[in-house]
């Protein structure tokens, strides 16, 4: 192999290291989110409950004679 060769492939590898870290960066960034948003709808469907038990305790609503 010549010296132009082994350059060659030292900086694709140099290349593709960065973007093996930044990757991972990013997959690292996303798995957070994702923990965060399922925390989100843990909440919501908590806060849904609680609404559909204060609605079923409360009289029910009369729909308008014009509907």
Same mark, same amino acid.
């Given at each position: 192999?010549?010296?132009?060769?082994? %350059? &060659?492939?030292?900086?694709? %590898?140099?290349?593709?290291?960065?973007?093996? &870290? %930044?990757?991972? !960066?990013? @997959?690292?960034? +996303?798995?957070? +989110?994702?923990?965060?948003?399922? +925390?989100? @709808?843990?909440?919501?469907?908590?806060?849904?409950?609680?609404?559909?038990? %204060?609605?079923? !305790?409360?009289?029910?609503?009369?729909?308008?004679?014009?509907?």
């Amino acid at each position: 192999m010549d010296d132009s060769r082994i %350059t &060659e492939l030292e900086i694709k %590898t140099a290349l593709q290291e960065d973007l093996l &870290e %930044t990757l991972n !960066g990013i @997959v690292a960034e +996303q798995a957070m +989110q994702i923990s965060r948003l399922q +925390q989100e @709808v843990r909440e919501l469907a908590v806060y849904l409950r609680a609404m559909e038990n %204060t609605q079923r !305790g409360s009289p029910a609503q009369e729909v308008p004679p014009h509907y």
